[in-house]
């Protein structure tokens, strides 16, 4: 693929501080709950996925009257944003479902901005999927959700990811905004997915981006992220890339971002911890 990058914008910071007023921060950890975390208004608030966690690996593929993939995203539900993180589940012959067990988490991240918002997705063998045009420098786009069931998140080479396609090639015929991945059909010919959400920020909103990657096998790396954008500022930080095997039963094998802790105060830097060989691309505004 030619071209994805994402450009920093650092004129008019003023402006953005006052913009970028604040930011929101959740978390849900489960391995049964189908129902979602009520976050924001999604009237007021935009919100995107800063972390995932757990066996994406595992759901759906027995099938049933409504069978279940593991789950973690944020999505609109009667106006408002929710927080999903289950696994995976069948349903059986009286329409309970009957869960794997595996259980996942997901973080996310709100910010007080609407502008521009627009939502795209992909799912398993799909080519990529055009969410929206380049737009200006402020046009950001973060990963909003991630799916996954048998066997589609158990290689290294696994990812899903949102890129800013500047020159075009076979697979992104028009420049713009893309959600895409490489994740196979399971068997039994259930998808893992991906969904982005799109955003145009305030003027004078900085950005500032990168990738951790943790190559140790039951191991983990923490560093902080955002330092670029200095710490006299709130900021909101999310994934635009996960990669790797997600076939862990543990909730701290994954690719976390998170706010300062209250210790260190809200002008600190974020942080990223990635666990076992995986690598995860963020991007964080101001």
Known sequence: MAGPEIESEEEMVGEAQDALT?????????????????????????????GVAGNLNEGDELGGVASHPSVARVSIVSGNYQLFAHGGAFTNQVNDPVFSNNSIKANAT??????????????????????TDLG??????????????????????????VVKVTTTDATHPMTGWYIEGNLPENPGGSDGSASAVCLDFPTGTEFVSGERTSTTEGGSTTTFIGIGL????????????????????????????????????????????????????????Q
């Open 22 to 50: 604040d930011w929101n921060f959740f978390t849900r950890t489960t391995a049964t709950n189908l129902t979602g975390l009520t976050i924001a208004n999604a009237s007021l608030e935009t919100c995107f996925l800063s």
């Open 110 to 131: 709100c910010i007080p901005v609407t502008a521009g918002r627009t939502n795209g997705s992909w799912t398993s063998l799909d080519t990529p999927h055009r969410i």
């Open 230 to 285: 200095g710490a006299t500022v709130k900021k909101g930080c999310g994934l635009t890339e996960i990669k790797g095997a997600f076939n862990v039963n543990s909730t701290a094998d994954g690719i976390l971002i998170t706010p300062p802790t209250a210790a260190e105060g809200e002008a600190s830097a974020w942080h990223m911890t990635v666990s076992n060989p995986k690598i995860g691309k963020w991007t964080c505004a």
């Open 136 to 161: 200006t420098s402020l046009r950001q786009c973060f990963l909003s959700g991630v799916s996954g069931v048998s066997g589609v998140w158990n290689s290294a080479t696994n990812f899903v990811r």
